[in-house]
């Protein structure tokens, strides 16, 4: 392997593809089979769409920068969580499957995660939110154009909220400045030391 090769595949972007037509479940287990030995590609499901998306290195390196600063907060906060990362949500009678970036229980196990986080690169092409409602998930963090957009479930619909209601002392804002920092070093230390004043 040649090094322009190496360049080519280590700078490989997330794209998107949904994938054209309608299908069944059944047909959407089979596709998923036929894909589980790629590498890095994730197959999401909603009421007969089907999307696979392929995962660069920005977006690991922004959900993983995203998970320590959270769970640093979570630490020092004293506050009991359970991390659960990438685990798929999937389930035929709600019509959809799909794995968020990140996602966490806090308190205890429930049914469901109570929070969930998604780095967007590319504009998805598949009702986000909806997936999420249908699996209860109290709270939904987005990660798009440098910045965090928070949606917390109130009655049966996701509402964008400037502040975590899961999480209401966390500064959003401080939260973004670390994640943008070019030191992960650096955006710890400086957002421990804001959490902590």
């Known amino acids: 392997m040649t090094p322009q090769t190496l360049d080519k595949?280590?700078?490989?972007?997330e794209q998107r593809f949904l994938l054209p037509g309608h299908?069944?479940?059944e047909e959407f287990e089979e596709l998923e089979a036929?894909?589980?030995d790629a590498p890095g590609l994730r197959i999401s499901y909603l009421d007969g769409c089907v999307e696979f998306m392929t995962l660069g290195e920005q977006h690991e390196i922004l959900k993983k920068v995203i998970a320590i600063l959270l769970e640093a907060y979570?630490?020092?906060k004293g506050i009991n969580f359970i991390p659960v990362g990438s685990a798929t949500r999937r389930a035929k009678e709600?019509?959809?499957s799909f794995e968020p970036d990140e996602s966490y229980y806090i308190g205890q196990k429930k049914?469901?995660?109570?929070?969930?986080?998604?780095v967007n690169i590319t504009s998805?092409?598949?009702?986000?939110l909806e997936k999420y409602k249908r699996f209860n998930i109290n709270e939904v963090w987005f990660w798009e154009n440098n910045q965090l957009s928070?949606?917390?479930l109130n009655n049966d619909n996701y509402e964008q909220v400037t502040q975590s209601q899961l999480l209401p002392e966390l500064d959003i804002n401080l939260l973004e400045r670390c994640v943008l920092m070019p030191s992960i070093i650096e955006a710890r230390i400086e957002f421990l030391k804001e959490i902590r004043q």
């Open 150 to 152: 928070v949606y917390h």
């Open 74 to 76: 979570f630490f020092d």
């Open 94 to 96: 709600k019509g959809a």
């Open 23 to 25: 299908y069944t479940w």
């Open 111 to 118: 049914e469901n995660p109570d929070l969930a986080i998604e």
């Open 34 to 36: 036929l894909t589980a």
């Open 124 to 128: 998805g092409s598949i009702d986000k």
């Open 9 to 13: 595949i280590t700078s490989l972007q």
